[in-house]
């Protein structure tokens, strides 16, 4: 089946200081990935959508000189966390469509999610 | 704008009982349905899903049938066991996927 892999798992950072978040697809080609975050105990917030090539479309209310999105290629898409702060601390988590088999109703695969944690 | 509404929880029950988590949907257009799975620490897993009306989704024992009269795609299991304890979201997709607040599940032995 379809594989995307996060990198890291986890991070812990101090304040202050940038974090990227790798999203890649493994056994497939993605033209869109997707990123969300979650906080505890609460659904998945979609934060934007990476498209390969162009740049990402940001939901209402997330901040794109913050949350950093790159698609440079069709495997892989990063998230990269600016300046970050402790309100920054969360679970993120990426998701693609197979370019092949992808309409725009079709299924995402999901990563396993990155914990980060800002002190 | 698409959204999902889902059944709030958390919902325990006893092994072997029947589930129901209930899921409605507002969507301009004629979305996609999903429901995945989520184990503590861990990203999402892909349950089922429904690509048109009347379709029913189903997999390890759960279905799910995409009523569009009623706008729902309600999650059930006749008979859960331990390991199905986890978080429960109810999707739906028009180009982005937008997701319930999840349920959370917790089966005792």
């Known amino acids: 089946g379809a594989v995307v892999s996060q990198h890291p798992s986890w991070v812990i950072c101090k304040s202050g200081t940038s974090v990227k978040i790798e999203c890649r697809s493994l056994d497939f080609q993605a033209t869109t990935m997707f990123w969300y975050r979650q906080f505890p105990k609460q659904s998945l917030m979609l934060m934007a959508t990476?498209?390969?090539?162009?740049?990402?479309?940001?939901e209402q209310g997330v901040e794109k000189d913050k949350f950093l999105i790159n698609h440079a290629s069709l495997t892989l898409s990063t998230l990269t966390v600016t300046s970050a702060h402790p309100e920054d601390s969360s679970f993120y988590i990426c998701?693609?469509?197979?370019?092949?088999?992808?309409?725009?109703?079709?299924?995402?695969?999901f990563g396993q999610g990155t914990r980060l944690t800002v002190v | 704008g698409n959204s999902v509404t889902q059944m709030e929880g958390p919902v325990t029950l006893s092994e072997e009982a029947f589930l129901t988590i209930n899921c409605t949907y507002t969507a301009t257009g004629y979305p996609s349905l999903f429901w995945y799975v989520q184990y503590p620490g861990e990203g999402l897993q892909l349950l089922l899903k429904a690509t048109k009306a009347d379709d029913k989704g189903s997999n390890k024992g759960f279905e799910a049938t995409y009523r569009k009269e009623t706008t729902s795609f309600h999650l059930e299991k006749g008979s859960v066991q331990v390991s199905d304890s986890a978080v429960y979201f109810c999707?739906?997709?028009?180009?982005?996927?937008?997701f319930g607040a999840g349920t959370r599940l917790t089966v005792k032995p």
């Open positions: 990476s498209n390969e090539g162009s740049k990402a479309t940001y």
């Open positions: 999707a739906l997709t028009i180009n982005d996927m937008r």
């Open positions: 998701s693609a469509r197979d370019i092949i088999t992808a309409t725009q109703n079709t299924e995402a695969f």
